[in-house]
């Protein structure tokens, strides 16, 4: 079974500045794609950034960015440059790359950027 | 990007009722289709999948007898809330993901949820 670790409930932060959310995951298999999303009070779930685990590359997407670490099995999101829209709850989620296979999702990091 | 749409977006309904979500794939075909259901300030739990033309698969310790699951088409998968109750009341999100997309990629789509209050 696949599992997702946050283990920061809470992350303060000021405009401008680079903010790092931590993610470890857990699977057994070789395959798999990791997955940020965002989601603010509104409830939609946003798609920011993916990582597939045989890409060596670390993805990136504008000021977001995966610090991919296979051997960790960590998938830290890295957010430059705070803005106050960046308020919102951040989920890491994962899934295998099979059909059929749904994203298991972490516990989530609630994301404070004050200016 | 592929949209994904629910309705209702809101709905409120006195306990014993049955409440319908619908979610549909508005510009893309989707043979597999998720229900998640997310209590406030949690992550959100997988409930079921739902395959078109087939039953759909419930996690454990989901009543499939109370959640039922309808995918009956390519683009719309259906979830009943059936005598609803106060403990019902969360945000049901579905997602989808593009036949075509293959892989995981990034070709899983999320509806804007539905939020649901038993009175």
Not at chain 2, 50 to 59: F, R
Request: one cysteine or more; glycine letters at 8%; hydrophobic letters at 35%.
């Amino acid at each position: 079974a696949q599992k997702i670790t946050q283990t920061q409930p809470g992350m303060f932060v000021q405009e401008k500045e680079a903010v790092t959310l931590d993610c470890t995951y857990d699977t057994s298999d070789q395959s798999y794609g990791l997955f940020w999303y965002k989601q603010p009070s509104s409830g939609e779930m946003i798609f920011l950034i993916y990582q597939g685990s045989y890409d060596e590359q670390n993805a990136t997407e504008g000021r977001y960015s995966l610090n991919f670490q296979k051997a960790r099995k960590s998938a830290n999101l890295v957010i430059s440059a705070s803005q106050l829209g960046d308020s919102a709850m951040y989920f890491c989620a994962m899934t295998l790359n099979q059909a059929g296979t749904a994203l298991i999702f972490g516990k989530g990091t609630t994301l404070s950027v004050s200016s | 990007g592929a949209v994904v749409s629910q309705h209702p977006s809101r709905v409120i309904c006195k306990s014993g009722t049955s409440v319908k979500i619908e979610c549909r794939s508005l510009d893309f075909q989707a043979t597999t289709m998720f229900w998640y259901r997310q209590f406030p300030k949690q992550s959100l739990m997988l409930m079921a999948t739902s395959n078109e033309g087939s039953k759909a698969t419930y996690e454990q310790g989901v009543e499939k007898d109370k959640f039922l699951i309808n995918h009956a088409s390519l683009t719309l998968s259906t979830l009943t809330v059936t005598s609803a109750h106060p403990e019902d009341s969360s945000f049901y999100i579905c997602s989808a993901r593009d036949n075509l997309g293959g892989g995981a990629g990034n070709e899983q789509f999320f509806g804007p949820g539905t939020r649901l209050t038993v009175l």
